[in-house]
């Protein structure tokens, strides 16, 4: 069977658990948020700017490029488009941290990246999507619609957030000792989904895993050379290159398998990419994070 005609088994109840999981995740991003981090990301603009630009714009498009010398099958080629429009994944800055890099500048980026994705996330899809008649005839097949889209990003993403910055605000000693808790918990229960959705249908993985494996590979290095290439020639230091590198290159891949699923019924190659780029991203992105650690670099002064 095609890889565009397969439907991967996923019931409602399971969903609304990862939408619960995935709304965890973003609960834990924002209890260790604060307003002072989007100040702090008024105090590096450049640095903010690149990275935003990278996600938002660059990304995108390098993927979409990827796609057309890939040439996957459609529904694989609109899983990578899917995954670029995804903002960052929380791992990005405990990566950050690992290798050394702006810790403050990963979490100031991740929290403004997470408001910005929900308006920006569907206009991505929608434009870079249709760039291409095979991937436009899969969009039009569901008749994706921007603004529920929007919505349900910003219940996943925007409330959260919204909830946990305030509770952050209001009950500070309470909120950072459930934090470690809520971002650890979601993100193992996250790897645990995953997981368990991939054994529930190993057939399909086993079968077109290996459609997907350069695709994904490619994909994610890419993504992450581009995060740090970006850093490097707007003449970023080291330290900031490292934390744009993981905020560009670390996708909250989970989210969009998520939006797979709700919008797109499961389609088989959006959903094995989705599937397989959050583990494989953690793989690698540890491996980027323990050479890096290696080589230690100094922290930028303060202007």
């Given amino acids: 069977m095609p890889i565009d005609d397969v439907v ?3 019931n409602p109840g399971s969903l609304m658990i990862l939408n619960v999981v995935l709304a965890a995740i973003m609960l834990g991003i924002a209890l ?25 714009l660059l990304l995108p498009a390098v993927t979409f490029l990827l796609t057309l010398i890939l040439s996957p099958a459609p529904s694989v080629a609109l899983g990578m488009i899917l995954v670029a429009c995804c903002p960052p994944g929380n791992i990005s800055n405990v990566l950050t941290h690992r290798a050394g890099g702006d810790v403050a500048l990963s979490v100031s980026m991740t929290a403004v990246s997470n408001v910005l994705a929900i308006f ?13 008649s095979e991937t ?45 808790w809520v971002k650890n918990g979601s993100l193992v229960a996250l790897l645990i989904f995953i997981v368990a959705g991939v054994s ?3 057939s399909y993985f086993v079968d077109y ?3 997907v494996l350069l ?44 939006l797979v699923f709700t919008f797109f019924d ?35 002064v303060p202007a």
């Fill in 215 to 258: 695709a994904v590979f490619l994909h994610d290095t890419v993504a992450l050379a581009l995060g740090y290439f970006c850093g490097a020639v707007t003449g970023l230091n080291e330290y900031s290159r490292r934390a744009v590198s993981f905020e560009v290159g670390i996708r909250n891949a989970g989210l969009g398998l998520g």
């Fill in 32 to 56: 260790d948020t604060s307003v002072d981090d989007f100040r702090r990301a008024l105090t590096k603009p450049k640095a903010m700017a690149v990275g935003i630009a990278a996600q938002f």
């Fill in 136 to 180: 436009d005839a899969l969009l039009q097949s569901v008749n994706l619609n921007a603004l529920e889209m929007v919505v349900q990003i910003a219940l996943i993403i925007g409330v959260p957030f919204v909830v946990g910055i305030w509770a952050a605000r209001k009950f500070p000693e309470v909120a950072a000792k459930a934090q470690p």
């Fill in 120 to 132: 920006l996330m569907p206009l991505n899809l929608a434009f870079w999507g249709s760039r291409r």
């Fill in 8 to 10: 991967l088994n996923f």
């Fill in 266 to 300: 499961g389609l088989g190659g959006m959903a094995i990419v989705a599937g397989w780029w959050g583990i494989w991203d953690i793989v690698a992105g540890l491996a980027l994070a323990t050479v890096w650690s290696k080589r230690r670099t100094r922290k930028a």
């Fill in 200 to 202: 529930g249908n190993a």
């Fill in 209 to 211: 895993i290996g459609v």
